[in-house]
């Protein structure tokens, strides 16, 4: 469980005497298994909460624990095996440009020691299951950008991590593309095994997903949290 007490997130600045709240009195209980969707305009707190729940960033005031343990009293050197439990797809993908689909994917595996044998076993079967298998010799800049997509996204999920982020995944993708997308995000979290959260301005395209849960931020607080539809996504 993601839970989230009495959050509060400032930015100071170094260079002037200035703060700005990020998140003001943030709480919330998201369930093991649970697909959330997170939406917002811009400034309205969604990449803080990203980055507090990947420990990239700590709580100025209040707590945030994931399966019990309280990020805020992490010690720096258990960071990078709390970070293994996350698959992170980012907004920008940051695929290695000089890298093959297979070895971007396979990097994943290797930055934290899983053997070449675990590798060749994995990766495809991953690849497979985002149907970019016939890319996989390919480096990222002979693919499309929703094949880029789907290789960060076998990327983040290579590992089998138990919770997976998904940052704007359709933010530079045709409306066909995203819809695919996001029926995947969704389908990998509803068997159950992940957590997923998805991090998403599209408030139009989430309204076909009536049944997913939507928490709308604005200014740094939750101003709806509800199941899906219009409903969810009228304040966003």
């Given at each position: 469980?993601?839970?989230f ?110 053997s ?12 497979s ?24 996204l ?12 998904a ?12 819809r ?57």
């Amino acid at each position: 469980m993601i839970e989230f007490k009495h959050v509060t997130k400032i930015y100071r600045s170094s260079s002037r005497d200035t703060t700005v709240t990020a998140l003001n009195n943030i709480s919330l209980s998201i369930k093991d298994g649970e697909v959330v969707f997170i939406v917002g305009d811009n400034g309205s707190g969604k990449t803080t909460l990203m980055r507090l729940i990947t420990r990239m960033e700590v709580p100025t005031s209040g707590s945030l624990t994931v399966d019990g343990q309280d990020l805020k009293k992490l010690k720096k050197r258990k960071i990078p095996d709390y970070r293994c439990k996350i698959g992170m797809d980012f907004q920008d993908y940051r695929l290695f440009p000089k890298y093959t689909v297979y070895e971007n994917v396979a990097f994943a595996m290797r930055v934290i020691g899983k053997s070449s044998k675990t590798i060749k076993e994995t990766v495809p079967r991953v690849l497979s299951m985002l149907d970019i298998s016939a890319r996989a010799n390919h480096f990222p800049s002979e693919i499309s950008g929703g094949e880029q997509q789907r290789t960060a996204l076998a990327r983040a999920l290579v590992n089998n991590p138990k919770i997976l982020i998904a940052d704007e995944p359709t933010a530079n993708l045709s409306p066909e593309m995203s819809r695919d997308v996001m029926d995947l995000l969704v389908t990998l979290g509803e068997n159950g095994r992940r957590t997923v959260l998805i991090i998403t301005h599209d408030v139009e395209l989430i309204r076909h997903y009536s049944h997913v849960r939507v928490i709308t931020l604005a200014h740094g607080k939750i101003v709806s949290d509800t199941v899906g539809g219009a409903e969810a996504t009228e304040n966003a």
